[in-house]
Each structure stands twice: as structure tokens, then as C-alpha cells.
């Protein structure tokens, strides 16, 4: 009798530190003619609604693997860093959206910090109060086991970007969690540079663009910061 193989997916799942999985952000943009200036909204998602795939064929969600062993996950957080100094001007607010587990507790704004890529981001900080029963592990279709943290989806109001970085906003997921007293986090940055690369020179704050208008006044499509959504 000949073995069944296994799914050739599972050989080529990423692994990081702690919580896995992915999400789904989705930028908007606005002009807001008040402030002649565009906004912007991101939404993030790990239900995996929106018929998009993940980078390595793993589901869409939060979760952990290789917990066969280890007896107690405690202190889950996920912390969003938006690019630029949003503590005094141009503020960001956040709202639940469908699917949002209550146990997602937050967010909690949590100050400044330079990240890797030398450049200012604002944290906000979700923490997890739910129970994490490791021993409650799901079979995926790829015959790999997961333990699934709730839902996670959230978006933020219309904003207006930091001046300093008016032509680009980059954004790093960053997720912590303890797990049999170890902590471990890991994060990944998307937006309008992309993922970053750490052999990549640190990046400068770009100038702001002029606020050039068409010969009806209104702003020309160069004026807005061009955003796709992304998986991370």
C-alpha cells in the first residue's frame, strides 16, 4: 500500500514567532475639500473576506502552531504603527467592525517609535482577553493543526497623514505573545514602500507633494497617495 502524500503546501508555510496568520488591509482615500487635503482609512481583516489568497496558502486568521508541547499562552497583543507622529494633529480614532471578537480588547494609543526603516510611527495596541486553550487545535484543509485566536477587524476613521511624510503611508502589524514565559513578537511592515527589507538604506522622510489642482480646481490624481490591499 503506498502512503498518501502529504499537501506540498505544508512544506512552504512561514513560521514566525508566536502568532501567525494573516490579515487583510484595506486602504480608502477621500478629499476632504476643508482642509484641501486627501484622507485616508485602513481596515484590517483576518476573517478573509474579499476572495484574496495568503502568501503562503495558509488560511486567513490569527493563530499558533507547534503547540503540542507547550502548557500556557498569555499576553496576546496586536499593535498597528502608522507612519508619522498622530498624537496632536491628525489624529486616528478606530472602530469595530463585523466580526470583531470582544475579546480584542483596545486599542490603546501607546506613543512613538522609530522603527526599522528610520522612520516615526504611532502605535495603537489591542491586547487578547480571551482564554488561549491550546490543547483546542484546528485541522486545516492543508493537514496542518492550528490553535485559532479570535477575530480580529477593525478600521480607522478618514485621516489626514502626518506632514512630514505627506507622499507615503507605510503602516507595520506587530504581534506579541508569552508563551510558557517566553515572549515572542515579530512584525512585518506593507503600504506604499512595501514590505521592508533590512539591507535596504533607512529611508528619509519624502517632501510634500505641491497641491497642484486640474484647471477646475479639483485635486489631480498625483496629489493622493496611491494604496492597494494587502496581505500581512
Known amino acids: 500500500m ?13 513560521k514566525d514567532p508566536g502568532i501567525n496568520g494573516w490579515v487583510l488591509v484595506r486602504p480608502d482615500s477621500q478629499f476632504d475639500l476643508s482642509r484641501w487635503r486627501w484622507t485616508y482609512r485602513l481596515e484590517i481583516d483576518s476573517t478573509g473576506t474579499g476572495g484574496r489568497s495568503t502568501p503562503d496558502g495558509a488560511p486567513f486568521g490569527l493563530y499558533l502552531y507547534d503547540t503540542e508541547d507547550a ?12 507612519l508619522g507622529d498622530h498624537r496632536k494633529s491628525d489624529q486616528i480614532t478606530w472602530s469595530s467592525s463585523p466580526g470583531h471578537s470582544q475579546n480584542w480588547s483596545g486599542p490603546s494609543m501607546i506613543g512613538t517609535q522609530v522603527k526599522p526603516d528610520g522612520m516615526v510611527y504611532t502605535g495603537y495596541r489591542w491586547t487578547y482577553r480571551g482564554e488561549i486553550q491550546l490543547g483546542k487545535r484546528t485541522q486545516g484543509r492543508d493537514g496542518v493543526y ?11 476613521n478618514y485621516f489626514t497623514q502626518d506632514s512630514d511624510y ?4 507605510n503602516y507595520w502589524t506587530e504581534r506579541t505573545i508569552t508563551i510558557d514565559g517566553d515572549t515572542q513578537t515579530f512584525q512585518r511592515r506593507e503600504g506604499t514602500d512595501g514590505a521592508y527589507n533590512a539591507s535596504a538604506r533607512r529611508a528619509a522622510p519624502r517632501p510634500a507633494q505641491a497641491r497642484s489642482t486640474s484647471p477646475s480646481g479639483e ?10 490591499p494587502t496581505v500581512c
Do not use: G, N
Open 2 to 14: 503506498v502512503a498518501a502524500a502529504a499537501p506540498a503546501i505544508a512544506a512552504s508555510i512561514r
Open 71 to 82: 502548557k500556557a499562552a498569555t499576553d496576546a497583543s496586536i499593535t498597528v504603527w502608522i
Open 146 to 156: 492550528r490553535v485559532f485566536l479570535d477575530d480580529f477587524h477593525v478600521r480607522t
Open 166 to 169: 505627506r507622499s507615503t503611508l
Open 219 to 228: 485635486p489631480t490624481e498625483e496629489d493622493e497617495i496611491p494604496l492597494q
